[in-house]
């Protein structure tokens, strides 16, 4: 709902549903089970008799009888419902009044225990990352979490919190002392006191003797203090934040940390931190827990969720009048007038766009958007995300053979649960030439190399005419050789109704093998094969070459090109790593346009060039056409 359109009275009126519309979702009672996140069912307490939601696990142990006394069910709610728990034996600060409160979980809080308790409930591993916000306490739930685990459910289950500050000891020690302190005796699940004491004297080792838990604390700084430790969980905090030299790197802390924690449940490692821009280790781990190839399950807290981030408009028609650009945008995304006029504030006291980027940021992409000089819009990008979901389909398309003429033969497509090819729309045979265009971006053979990319586009309608919008219908990513990457390509566009094969040409021409004459072999087989024309600098006599050549003018071409279908929403994204690609590339110091460091374009590459091949395209004629740079073989 764009604000423009709106009258001052029509304004106030959304703004006010809005409002009370936040206010429902803020109801929450821990202590009857309301807006809580764990499976619920409802039960009567067994003194009061009031009803309450408590978790399901509770009612279905075996300690559960409707008539048992009320410490005994107290107890038994304890050992299942973190969220009670938290509100009847954890005291915390507040952060606005400092008084000493119970913990009762605020909206983001309640966000991220959802996803903790959805892994625990399902009987896996605990494995979250979290990009965040600033203030709204995700560390105390982290650490609230661990205690809980280790005072109600487990015994001998230790944890480990790894920050990026040198001590960090005193923090976490006060906050399990306290909690440890105030604990409710009568409801302790254990046969002596709550206490914690030193181990075996250590100044980074504490334990709860009861039920013979240790919490020990590291720093990334020291990573040879994590060695050997033996855990169940992990805190691993503000790792963006982490050193990284050529002797310190924070994967080599997560490994040290993590490597023995068992992958069974209840074990918990949380990983998380404010962005610290990109091309670091933290930022690595978030864009593949997106992509879904690591164990890390990914959790972003924005700043609009946190529940205290607003203010009192007292004169909503001048903050109307005055809004900005990115302001119309926070009110088209859902937000209210306090939660624009808190975020006006607070940007305020920032030094830069980018600083509250980072610390205040309204989605992950711009949390990580720490550059001045990244070429794509991202509201831009934002648009096409809308069109982006799942594949319908995993596998591999393969022929007879993996390579050579074979491997154009029975060419079809095998479902598999591991496969690299992802497909949304299966290919649609056409009377029309080159309905599908496929675009290839070569890589290396090893996983630390540039990934390979084999993407597939629509550009015809069922009438043969062009679409308004391209759109990507399927996408191969992954690491191969060279020969059976080409081979591969071919196969993927002979199954795509024998579409039209663009191969950027440029690592296959540089290379000192026979790789180099692959292109040409593979043309001699798939007549659809793109090649281009050149001028010779010695003979001045136009040649022809397999492939699409990427260089200083071509590059431009291409990136301008793709710029403009961007910016414009010109084609139809499906892959939000895609997107992630486009977010992190810049245009560096010298003019020339890249990857920002730590990170991949090989997608993007696909996007652009097989975007501007399709610019320049016949509609759907089956006659030659000459073109003035570029011309598929026809």
Not at 100 to 122: D, G, I, S, Y
Not at 407 to 427: D, H, I, S, T, Y
């Amino acid at each position: 709902m764009k604000i423009d359109e709106l009258s001052m009275e029509e304004l106030l009126k959304e703004n006010a549903r809005r409002v009370a519309d936040r206010n429902m979702t803020l109801k929450y009672d821990p202590i009857t089970g309301v807006g809580c996140v764990s499976p619920r069912t409802i039960v009567r307490h067994p003194v009061s008799k009031n009803i309450v939601l408590v978790p399901v696990s509770m009612k279905e142990d075996a300690d559960y009888n409707a008539e048992m006394d009320e410490t005994s069910w107290v107890k038994l709610r304890h050992r299942h419902d973190f969220e009670y728990w938290a509100a009847t034996c954890v005291h915390i600060r507040h952060k606005i009044t400092g008084a000493t409160v119970r913990l009762v979980l605020n909206t983001a809080q309640r966000k991220l225990l959802a996803e903790m308790e959805r892994q625990r409930h399902a009987g896996e591993p605990v494995r979250i990352i979290v990009l965040k916000a600033r203030q709204w306490g995700g560390s105390t739930l982290v650490q609230a979490y661990f205690a809980w685990i280790q005072c109600c459910r487990k015994h001998q289950w230790h944890s480990m919190i790894v920050a990026n500050v040198c001590d960090i000891s005193a923090t976490i020690r006060g906050m399990y002392s306290t909690l440890l302190n105030d604990y409710p005796r009568e409801w302790w699940q254990g046969e002596g006191e709550p206490k914690l004491k030193i181990y075996e004297g250590s100044t980074s080792i504490r334990f709860i003797p009861d039920r013979n838990c240790r919490i020990a604390t590291a720093s990334a700084w020291r990573p040879d203090s994590t060695r050997g430790m033996d855990c169940s969980m992990a805190h691993l905090s503000e790792v963006a934040y982490w050193p990284e030299s050529t002797t310190m790197q924070p994967e080599t802390v997560v490994q040290s940390v993590c490597g023995g924690i068992p992958m069974v449940p209840e074990t918990v490692v949380v990983m998380e931190s404010t962005a610290n821009g990109v091309g670091n280790y933290f930022h690595s781990v978030w864009l593949k827990a997106k992509e879904g190839s690591v164990a890390f399950k990914p959790v972003f807290v924005a700043w609009y969720e946190i529940e205290m981030n607003y203010m009192e408009v007292k004169n909503p028609e001048y903050l109307v009048k005055h809004l900005t650009k990115y302001e119309k945008k926070l009110w088209e995304k859902g937000l209210t007038l306090e939660q624009i006029l808190w975020y006006r504030r607070k940007r305020l006291e920032m030094t830069s766009d980018l600083k509250m980027n980072a610390e205040y940021p309204t989605t992950d992409i711009e949390a990580f958007n720490s550059s001045i000089n990244m070429v794509f819009d991202t509201d831009s990008i934002e648009r096409l995300r809308g069109e982006c979901c799942a594949a319908k389909e995993r596998g591999e398309v393969t022929g007879s053979a993996p390579k050579g003429v074979a491997a154009l033969r029975k060419v079809r497509f095998q479902a598999a649960e591991n496969g690299e090819m992802r497909v949304w729309e299966r290919p649609i045979h056409s009377n029309k030439r080159h309905k599908y265009v496929v675009a290839v971006d070569v890589g290396g053979r090893s996983e630390s190399a540039d990934w390979s990319v084999i993407a597939v586009f629509d550009r015809l309608g069922d009438d043969g005419s062009p679409l308004v919008r391209p759109k990507v219908v399927a996408q191969w990513r992954g690491h191969t050789f060279h020969d059976l990457l080409a081979w591969k390509a071919a196969a993927i566009a002979k199954w795509y109704d024998n579409a039209l094969l663009v191969v950027e040409s440029n690592t296959l021409e540089t290379e000192e093998s026979d790789a180099g004459m692959i292109l040409e072999l593979l043309a001699q087989h798939y007549r659809d094969t793109y090649v281009r024309r050149s001028l010779d600098t010695l003979t001045q006599h136009e040649t022809s070459r397999v492939g699409f050549h990427t260089n200083r003018s071509t590059k431009a071409l291409i990136i301008d090109n793709l710029l403009g279908m961007v910016r414009d929403a010109g084609y139809v994204e499906r892959d939000e790593m895609a997107l992630n690609e486009l977010a992190s590339y810049e245009k560096k110091r010298s003019g020339a346009y890249g990857a920002r460091q730590g990170c991949h374009d090989d997608i993007l590459m696909t996007r652009a060039i097989g975007l501007y091949v399709i610019s320049t395209l016949p509609k759907a004629s089956l006659e030659p056409v000459d073109l003035p740079a570029f011309v598929p073989r026809l």
